[in-house]
Structure formats: structure tokens, C-alpha cells
């Protein structure tokens, strides 16, 4: 190993398989097949008759309502309600207890002292 020089190797890569003939029919119909998808013109599946009975089915089908209809009066719907009309703009709904509103204390400034004489009376009991 010590006394190798690099050598530089040519890789050739053969293709695999079965030469294609660009003439087959199979081949032309892929390239057929292949500039219509790159067009936007291929169709898959069987084509749609207008106005059949299966089209108008599909048509209806997605219309109408499922399952039981609605009691607004059951208990479910009226808590339902309830919360609706309890959430704020952002769709949110205040839970547990509201908070306790504290009153505002002002200062004010008092300018006279006022002497007041307070004159308690003894109540004898009886």
C-alpha cells in the first residue's frame, strides 16, 4: 500500500433489461398516453351521463340533514344556550366563580375638626 499510485478507474453502466422499440404499439400509446396527462386531456374512469338517475341521487344526497332532529326544550340544549350567550367576543366562557369586587378607597382631605359631645345615658335594668 505504500508504494500505490492513485489510478483513476472509468466506470461504464450498461442499461438493463429489454432494448425498447420506439415503433411497438404498446410504446406509442405510453407516449401517447404521457403527452395527454402533460395536456391535461386524460380521462380516467367511465364517462358521466348527465341527467341519469344516479347523477341526480348524487346530486341530493348531500343536501339533507341526518340523524334525529333537535329538542331546543331538552336540558342539553338549554345549558347549551346558556353557555352561548355567556361567552365573550372571542368565544370564551368564564369559568368558576367571578372575582370579588373590591370598592375604590379615595382619600379626602378634611379641613375643620368638628367637636362632637357624645353623652352616654346609664339605662337602669330592670
Do not use: F, W, Y
Amino acid at each position: 500500500m505504500k508504494n500505490q499510485e492513485n489510478v483513476i478507474v472509468e466506470v461504464s453502466v450498461k442499461k438493463l433489461g429489454r432494448p425498447v422499440n420506439p415503433n411497438s404499439a404498446a410504446h406509442l400509446r405510453k407516449v401517447e398516453l404521457e403527452a395527454k396527462r402533460a395536456s391535461g386531456e386524460l380521462k380516467k374512469g367511465r364517462p358521466i351521463v348527465e341527467g341519469s338517475k344516479r347523477q341526480l341521487s348524487l346530486l341530493t344526497k348531500g343536501t339533507g340533514e341526518k340523524g334525529r332532529p333537535v329538542n331546543p326544550n331538552s336540558k342539553r340544549q338549554l345549558r347549551i344556550s346558556m353557555l352561548d350567550s355567556k361567552r365573550d367576543e372571542n368565544g370564551k366562557c368564564q369559568l368558576g366563580r367571578p372575582k370579588q369586587v373590591k370598592p375604590e378607597v379615595t382619600e379626602v382631605e378634611i379641613d375643620e375638626v368638628l367637636e362632637v359631645e357624645v353623652t352616654v345615658e346609664a339605662v337602669e335594668m330592670v
